[in-house]
Nanobody, 116 residues
C-alpha cells in the first residue's frame, strides 16, 4: 500500500492562505485519482477536490474559486492551495490516493484551523 504524508496545516486568520502538501511513497504518474478530503468535528468526512490521471481537477462547491489542486509528478506530491480561508474550512485535511488497481490509501491528516 502506498504511504501518504500530509503537511502544511496550521492556524490562519480568516481571509488568509495555506498550502497543504501530500507526498507519496510511490510514483503518481499513473494514479487513478488523488484527492483532498476534510473532516470537521462532529461531521462526516467530505471531499474537497480531486485530480485524475487525465483531465482537470474537480472541486466541492464550497471551495470552488478559493482552493486549487496541483501536482508535481517528479516529487510524487500533490498540493492544495487554499485562499480566502473561512472559519468553516476548519477541519482535519486528509490526502487520498486511488491506485490503478483501485487500492485506496489515506494519509494521517493535517489540522487546519481558521480563526481570528
Amino acid at each position: 500500500q502506498v504511504q501518504l504524508v500530509e503537511s502544511g496545516g496550521g492556524l490562519v486568520q480568516p481571509g488568509g492562505s495555506l498550502r497543504l502538501s501530500c507526498t507519496t511513497s510511490g510514483s503518481i504518474f499513473n494514479i487513478n485519482s488523488m484527492g483532498w478530503y476534510r473532516q470537521a468535528p462532529g461531521k462526516q468526512r467530505e471531499l474537497v477536490g480531486e485530480i485524475y490521471r487525465f483531465g482537470s481537477p474537480t472541486y466541492a462547491d464550497s471551495v470552488k474559486g478559493r482552493f486549487t489542486i496541483s501536482r508535481d509528478n517528479f516529487k510524487n506530491t500533490i498540493y492544495l492551495q487554499m485562499n480566502n480561508l473561512k472559519p468553516e474550512d476548519t477541519a482535519v485535511y486528509y490526502c487520498n490516493l486511488v491506485s490503478p488497481d483501485r487500492t485506496t490509501s489515506w494519509g494521517q491528516g493535517t489540522q487546519v484551523t481558521v480563526s481570528s
